[in-house]
């Protein structure tokens, strides 16, 4: 599965080395933010909440505990950013690439995110529960802890991802392939029906029968 191509090229957009302003006048004018390369910025505690954004780059920044609640983001690039602890609750995300970055503790609670794609990133502890994922790529990237509970998966490619106590509970996992990935203690509900129809090693099947109490000898 592929996600659609970002066409972004930096000399197309106007660099910005004030992104708080920008932003702030932005929600003050209810403008939506567009064709902007962000790069080495750092704020925190800051409420860039319900703002769109749009044909962008944010390029090594950071964003720590900020809340970007109910925000719009299509056709973004994150690279090397870390928005660790930062609220993307109810968020709106279309062909977004996460590359090389962090997003420890991150909420994206109830959010929708579709033709997007996480690589190389580090998710522990973040919060996806009751997300919509449509045809999104998960590469070489770090879920433990995480939560995908009551979430509406109808396209999730996983690939060389490590699922470390992570909870998906009432999530359906059926169709998906994690046979190159790395699970080990994940949470499901009593009757372990989220699991059914999901494609792992045979490794993964023996760690997997210990939840049903099965015994291989």
């Known amino acids: 599965m592929k996600t659609k191509e970002l066409d972004l090229n930096i000399k197309d957009l106007e660099i910005i ?30 409420d860039f909440s319900e703002l769109n954004f749009s044909d962008m780059i944010f ?3 950071r964003f720590l505990e900020c809340s970007f609640r109910k925000s719009g983001f299509v056709d973004v690039l994150f690279k090397s950013c870390d928005f660790s602890n930062s609220d993307f609750n109810e968020g709106y995300f279309s062909r977004v690439h996460f590359i090389l970055s962090k997003g420890v503790g991150a909420d994206f ?27 999104v790529i998960l590469n070489e990237s770090d879920f433990t802890n995480a939560g995908f509970s ?21 999530t359906s996992l059926k169709g998906l392939d994690f046979s190159d990935s790395f699970i080990d203690g994940i949470i499901l509900s009593d009757n372990f029906s989220e699991i059914k129809g999901a494609k792992v090693s045979e490794m993964q099947a023996m760690e997997l029968a210990k939840l049903l109490g099965i015994i291989i000898v």
Do not use: G, H, P
């Open 109 to 135: 609670f109830k959010s929708i995110i579709k033709d997007t794609l996480i690589k190389d990133c580090n998710f522990k502890y973040a919060n996806f529960d009751l997300t919509s994922f449509d045809y």
């Open 17 to 46: 080395e004030d992104f708080y302003t920008l932003a702030i006048d932005a929600k003050d004018e209810d403008l939506d933010v567009e064709n902007k390369y962000i790069k080495d910025q750092v704020y925190s505690n800051e």
């Open 59 to 61: 390029e090594n920044c």
């Open 150 to 170: 009551e979430c509406k998966i109808r396209k999730l490619d996983i690939n060389l991802c490590k699922f470390v106590m992570t909870n998906f509970f009432k």
